[in-house]
């Protein structure tokens, strides 16, 4: 299975017209803001001398992070322009990177042997997943865990849309790193808010807490707010019996 050429596209050319600057993406807020909360919520149900895998690594920011907290850290990104963005940055090479479509059942597989058991990050992929490539993102999941790993997983949820909405209505239009989104024909916040629950157990995966959250953006509003876009967060564990 591969994810629709219209996709990879996308997210290739998203990724060959960003610069290495630190934020120029949209998503690429400082770790502060999203790992470090993160992984504080996740670390007391995971044995961090586990490696741990970024699916949708993009510019590897977060991964470098995690590589701080994990014995191991390997990001993965569905575009080859986003991985070629992480390895420059990586200029201590404190993670690993590669890239790998989490549709690619067999890539996963192999991914999953390579590593063992090992953790999952993802943040915000599902939401902006083709609808036919969902289940196989939730699935990915479940297979890199194992037995023993333990995943965070953040989505936005529909209230995401509403400050898109009014972000775009600004007088001047969507701000730059928003509008380089919609021209590259991404599409945030497609999945609905009981969608993502529903995949993730269906793929085999415990819910063992969950909240509700914010994923600061790198961008801000004419009056000068940050957008801040609404999403649930889920720890997450090999379903008993899976």
Request: glycine content about 8%; overall charge negative.
């Amino acid at each position: 299975m591969s994810v629709s050429q219209r996709y990879l596209d996308a997210w290739e050319s998203y990724w060959r017209e960003t610069s290495d600057a630190p934020g120029e993406a949209i998503w690429d807020s400082d770790p502060s803001l999203t790992a470090v909360p993160h992984c504080d919520i996740l670390l007391p149900h995971a044995d961090p001398a586990l490696p741990v895998v970024d699916l949708g690594c993009g510019n590897g920011t977060q991964t470098r992070h995690l590589a701080t907290r994990f014995a191991r850290a390997v990001g993965v990104d569905l575009s080859h322009a986003a991985i070629e963005h992480a390895r420059r940055a990586d200029t201590e090479k404190a993670a690993e990177f590669e890239q790998l479509s989490l549709v690619d059942r067999e890539a996963v597989r192999a991914l999953s042997e390579r590593v063992g058991d090992t953790h999952v990050y993802m943040r915000a992929v599902i939401h902006q997943s083709e609808p036919q490539d969902r289940p196989v993102v939730a699935g990915a999941v479940a297979t890199l865990l194992g037995t023993r790993g333990r995943a965070f997983v953040v989505e936005l949820t529909s209230a995401s849309r509403a400050v898109l909405q009014r972000a775009s209505q600004d007088p001047g239009g969507p701000p730059a790193k928003l509008r380089r989104v919609f021209d590259h024909g991404l599409k945030p916040a497609g999945a609905s808010d009981e969608e993502v629950p529903r995949l993730l157990t269906e793929a085999g995966l415990q819910i063992l807490d969950s909240g509700d959250t914010t994923l600061p953006q790198t961008e801000y509003l004419a009056d000068g707010t940050r957008i801040d876009l609404p999403a649930r967060w889920f720890v997450l564990a090999p379903a008993r019996g899976a």
